[in-house]
């Protein structure tokens, strides 16, 4: 069977798959659900969800989740467009949800769906995945107030409780409501008239509930002179009072003013995404305003989970749920709209069922399905030959592709920097798999190399002397697969918390005549065979990694002493401490060769556990880019000043 590409948007369903043997046979990755758009109430969409994901997962059981089951009646509609994300990946993370707080009331359904449709709330996610979520007063009469709150932590629990399950001695159950029209990057909250008076004294001041958003409309309404806003939040505030925008200036730590056309602007000058927009208007065009913030707001922030789990929610009813890290980190989106970013990065859907056949599993699986993320000038062919880098990114276990090239900074950075990412899935596409089965991840020193010799062949306009390679946790792992698969393809790679990996001496011989420059990077949370948080250095297995690669670039191997060098364990020729996005402290280590090249590194984020960080790309890029392999001699060429 040819590649087949496809727009990330297109459902995958209705492929045929045929067995090609039973040495060498696997199915592909189902990223969409088969889902149409469905506009259904809350107490239906929570009684649909268990049954509609078992159907498309059967090999699990799901059920509705607790959080929901007393959730007030007649109150909220949901509205889930076409192919929401595969479940029991980490997709469903990136869903846009679009929530609406508004005081106004429906006669019925049809009603409630004219007014979000009215509004554009459904074609916004139509195009990017996701869903919108209507809600109206418990109490029509006497508006807004302290059991709306309750329903709105009830309603973000379900939501933000991706991938979460209860687990038995034999098998889990999972609660469906999350996969079904949750999610936690992309969350919007829009508030209009009462509703933006609600959203002003009971959810902006809470930081569980305010650190969860990455964007607010809020069109009038009023604040009570008592409340704060503790965390940053992107906020377009339409004829607010003037106490009001202050607050959320505040909130924001603005430090700048401006003005776009009529609409006053309060920013931070050093993180521009923390902003507060205000407009005034007699004519209040709701519909315009949505758009407005959309475009210009919305799909401009992210955010991302990386404080430590119940650090500031221990108390909480759900404390144990998923996500449950409040506030999450603010950080730069770059959406997929209709399959490309706005600053054109198409991403592409490539399956197969030939091409990596040779490099299966015992179980007979094997890489089928790959993303690639090309910049326009690839697309359009304006872009020369050889003038385009490639970061190979391997996502980690549970994780999904695109979701991990996201919620890493990598989407964001390919937007600036024009180069283009290659990211497989190699995860087993059998869900009754256990842990200790062989999965496509197992075969990645075959596989990788030959996809990667594939991409360059397909796409004359990559660099072959700026191949890059990362990963994160199972996706470390699979970095270092790929460098023991054929270093001689990588200019540079960076192992984000991910373990060493069984080689053959074969696979080691290699290095005697290549160079492999490598970056470690941890956290003082991470899991325990890669950070030991009770003595409070990195644990055994990076120690490991790190005299490999300096005994692969014919460097001196480190004797760890961690009393005199706390956390590192060595010195290093480099050391940085530095502040990472202003919150949380980053240490870094490099060792120079006899040339003075900083060929193997180590990095410490401080304080945040094991998880993806938007911040990890830039980390890796900074150090990597400058970097390539001459791809006749093989040799290593290192230009600090790489543009």
């Given amino acids: ?106 006669a019925d359904k049809d009603a409630a769906l004219a007014y979000i449709t009215e509004l554009g709330l459904t074609k916004m996610v139509d195009e990017a995945t996701g869903s919108v979520v209507l809600v109206t007063p418990i109490n029509p009469e006497t508006g807004f107030g302290d059991a709306d709150q309750y329903a709105y932590y009830q309603l973000q629990s379900a939501m933000c409780n991706v991938g979460f399950s209860i687990r038995g001695e034999d098998s889990s159950t999972y609660y469906a409501d999350a996969g079904y029209f949750g999610g936690v990057t992309n969350r919007y909250v829009i508030g209009i008239d009462g509703g933006a008076t609600f959203i002003n004294n009971y959810i902006s001041p809470t930081m569980d509930y305010v650190g969860r958003i990455a964007g607010m409309l809020l069109i009038g309404g009023e604040m009570e002179k008592i409340q704060e806003v503790p965390v940053c939040v992107p906020v377009w505030l339409v004829n607010a009072d003037e106490d009001v925008v202050q607050k959320y200036a505040a909130g924001n730590e603005t430090d700048s003013v401006g003005r776009n056309g009529d609409d006053l602007l309060y920013y931070n000058s050093d993180h521009p995404l923390q902003q507060v927009i205000s407009t005034t208007t007699d004519n209040v065009d709701v519909a315009a305003c949505v758009q407005k913030a959309y475009d210009e707001l919305f799909i401009k922030s992210m955010r991302v989970p990386v404080v430590k789990a119940g650090l500031h929610t221990a108390s909480t009813e759900y404390r144990n749920y998923n996500w449950n890290q409040a506030p999450y980190s603010l950080g730069a989106r770059n959406a997929i ?55 190979v ?98 200019a540079a790679a960076v192992n984000m918390s991910g373990t060493p990996i069984e080689h053959t001496e074969e696979q080691e011989e290699q290095f005697k005549e290549l160079d492999m420059p490598m970056m470690l990077t941890t956290c003082t949370y991470d899991t325990w065979t890669h950070y030991d948080a009770e003595n409070g250095y990195i644990a055994e297995d990076f120690q490991q990694n790190i005299n490999s690669y300096l005994g692969y670039n014919e460097m001196e191997p480190v004797e760890f002493d961690f009393e005199k060098y706390p956390m590192s364990g060595f010195k290093g020729d480099i050391y940085r401490e530095t502040m990472i996005n202003d919150e949380y402290p980053n240490y870094s280590w490099f060792m120079l060769n006899e040339e003075n090249v900083p060929m193997v590194g180590l990095s410490i984020v401080e304080f945040i556990p094991h998880g993806l960080y ?25 230009n600090p000043y790489q543009n």
């Avoid at 592409?348 to 179980?363: H, I, M, W």
């Avoid at 890489?367 to 385009?388: K, Q, R």
């Avoid at 191949?467 to 460098?483: E, F, H, K, L, Q």
């Avoid at 938007?614 to 290192?638: H, V």
């Fill in 1 to 106: 069977m040819k590649t087949k590409k496809v727009l990330s948007v297109i459902l995958a369903a209705g492929l045929s798959v045929g067995a090609l043997s039973m040495e060498a046979s696997a199915a592909l990755y189902q990223r969409h659900q088969s889902n149409d758009a469905t506009f259904e109430t809350l107490k239906e969409a929570h009684e649909n969800a268990p049954g509609f994901i078992m159907s498309e997962y059967p090999a699990r059981t799901y059920v509705g989740d607790p959080a929901l089951d007393a959730y007030p009646e007649n109150t909220t509609y949901v509205y889930r467009s076409a192919g929401m994300l595969n479940t029991t990946a980490g997709g469903p993370r990136m869903h846009t949800n679009l929530m609406v707080y508004t005081d106004q009331s429906f």
């Fill in 337 to 391: 709209i209709n399959g490309v970013t706005p600053d054109g990065i198409h991403v592409v859907e490539c399956q197969d069922e030939e091409l990596l056949k040779d490099y299966p599993t015992n179980k007979g699986e094997f890489v089928t399905t790959w993303y690639e993320f090309l910049p326009d000038e690839m697309v359009n062919g304006a872009a020369a030959e050889h003038s385009i880098p490639l970061i």
């Fill in 393 to 490: 990114v391997n996502h980690g276990g549970g994780d999904d592709p695109i979701q991990a090239v996201d919620e890493l900074g990598w989407l964001k950075l390919a937007g600036e920097e024009r180069f283009a990412i290659v990211a497989e899935r190699h995860t087993s596409e059998d869900l009754a798999a256990s842990f200790q089965d062989e999965s496509p991840w197992h075969t990645l020193s075959g596989a990788m190399p030959a996809l990667v010799r594939h991409v360059l062949e397909t796409h004359p306009e990559i660099d072959p002397s700026r191949v890059y390679v990362t990963g994160y946790s199972m996706g470390g792992g699979a970095t270092n697969r790929c460098v023991y698969g054929d270093a001689s393809l990588f």
């Fill in 614 to 638: 938007q911040e990890y790309a830039n980390l890796a890029w900074g150090w990597m880019k400058n970097f390539s392999r001459n791809p006749e001699t093989k040799e290593i060429e290192y």
